[in-house]
Structures are given as structure tokens and as C-alpha cells.
């Protein structure tokens, strides 16, 4: 199916573990970002990308390692998991327009225990 | 520093009454704002966008406006439906490949 996708949509994990979130997208965007989304502080940048094999650090980077070997995929990983992390993950994507829509996927709720 | 705001209560309105959303910001000079809508355990979606040259800008019950002296954005929704009801976030361009979200303001809609 044509669109974002991103998996797993649940995940509980405990601290210390590496976790890897995945974003899938059809469209062929330039664009690729990462979104954290929590209480009372909205969406905040993790990473984006701006073409496969570029990115580049967005507003709460720390923690968290990125790649995008393929245009469609990039994939998030938080390489020793912390309560902190606990959140809902957001990937989204746009075209190469900075005016363009950003579409967003479904989301991944991470527990940290 | 860079900051936006919107209202963190939740609006109540009933239905069939205009609903009217507000977004503040500081030290930006932003060329566009967008409005986004998020349903719960949903992914924001995109709703309009208004340049910084545009006052006003319409799409079917939804009106935005954009003032770049008071620095704010306004967002209407006439004639309101309880399937209005759910988060709007207002996003500002910053001039590069970024954008920066809001917290987001509640909105619930009575019938």
C-alpha cells in the first residue's frame, strides 16, 4: 500500500536495550524526518534526512542513531534504551518543496521500563 | 529563543459555533505556517498552509489568518461538527529544511 508506515506500533522494552524503530515510505521523498511527541511539548526533531545517506541532527538528538542507506527507509535506533525515551515516535516524510505537506505515519508507542 | 505557543486548555464549544484556535511565536520570522490536525493514537495531517505575504486563507469551513506584527495565527473552524473534535498543532517554517510544532491546543466540539 502507497504511504508511511512505520513498525513496530507497540513496543516495551527495559533500559539499557537497543531498540530500532522502522519508517517505510512510497512516495520516493526527498525528505525524512523523526519526531518525538510527549505531554506538554509537542513534536520535537530527533533527526531528519535530506537524501539516502545524508542526515543530520534535529532538536533532541542525544540517545538516538540514525541511518538511510535507501531512500524509503529510515530506520531509528536508540542504542541503550532510558525511561527518558518512553514516548510516541513519529516518522514522517515531504518532497523536496520546504512548503510541501510533511505526511506523517501512524506512530510507535515505546515503553522503557 | 525560538518559541511557539498555543492555547494548553482544552476549548470547549458547542456545535454549530465557530471554533477559533490561536498560535503565538517569538523570534521567528517564519515564510509559511501550517495547521495540522491529530486524532488520538493517530499522525498529525496536514490541513492548510498561509504564506507570510497572505492575511487570510480559506479552505471550505476552515479559515486561517497570519499576522506578522503580532506574530500570531488564528484558525477557525465555522459552523463546528462534533468530528471536529481533536488536536491542532501549528508548525513554522524556519527557514530551513526544519519545522517547529506546537504543543498543540484541544478542541472539543458538543452536540
Known amino acids: 500500500d502507497a504511504g508511511i508506515t512505520q513498525s513496530p506500533r507497540y513496543k516495551i522494552t527495559e533500559t539499557g536495550r537497543q531498540v530500532t524503530l522502522m519508517c517505510h515510505q512510497t512516495?520516493?521523498?526527498?525528505?525524512m524526518f523523526w519526531y518525538r511527541q510527549d505531554l506538554g511539548h509537542g513534536l520535537r526533531l530527533i533527526y531528519y534526512?535530506?537524501?539516502?545517506?545524508?542526515?543530520d541532527k534535529g532538536e533532541v538528538p542525544d540517545g538516538y542513531v540514525v541511518s538511510r542507506s535507501k531512500t524509503e527507509n529510515f530506520p531509528l535506533t536508540l542504542e541503550s534504551a532510558t525511561r527518558s525515551q518512553t514516548s510516541v515516535y513519529f516518522c514522517?516524510?515531504?518532497?523536496?518543496?520546504?512548503?510541501?505537506?510533511?505526511?506523517f505515519g501512524p506512530g510507535t508507542r515505546l515503553l522503557v521500563l | 529563543s525560538q518559541k511557539i505557543e498555543q492555547n494548553s486548555e482544552a476549548l470547549n464549544i458547542q456545535e454549530g459555533k465557530t471554533a477559533t484556535l490561536t498560535c503565538n511565536y517569538t523570534?521567528?520570522?517564519?515564510?509559511?505556517l501550517q495547521w495540522y490536525r491529530q486524532d488520538p493514537g493517530r499522525g498529525p495531517v496536514f490541513l492548510l498552509l498561509?504564506?507570510?505575504?497572505?492575511k487570510e486563507k480559506r479552505k471550505e469551513r476552515l479559515k486561517v489568518t497570519f499576522d506578522t506584527t503580532l506574530k500570531q495565527s488564528l484558525f477557525h473552524i465555522t459552523a463546528s461538527q462534533p468530528a471536529d473534535s481533536a488536536t491542532y498543532l501549528c508548525?513554522?517554517?524556519?527557514?530551513?529544511?526544519?519545522?517547529?510544532f506546537g504543543a498543540g491546543t484541544r478542541l472539543f466540539v458538543k452536540a
Open positions: 508548525a513554522l517554517d524556519t527557514g530551513g529544511f526544519k519545522t517547529i
Open positions: 523570534n521567528y520570522s517564519p515564510a509559511y
Open positions: 498561509i504564506r507570510e505575504n497572505e
Open positions: 512516495w520516493s521523498h526527498s525528505y
Open positions: 514522517a516524510s515531504r518532497g523536496r518543496d520546504r512548503e510541501e505537506t510533511q505526511y
Open positions: 534526512s535530506a537524501a539516502a545517506d545524508i542526515t
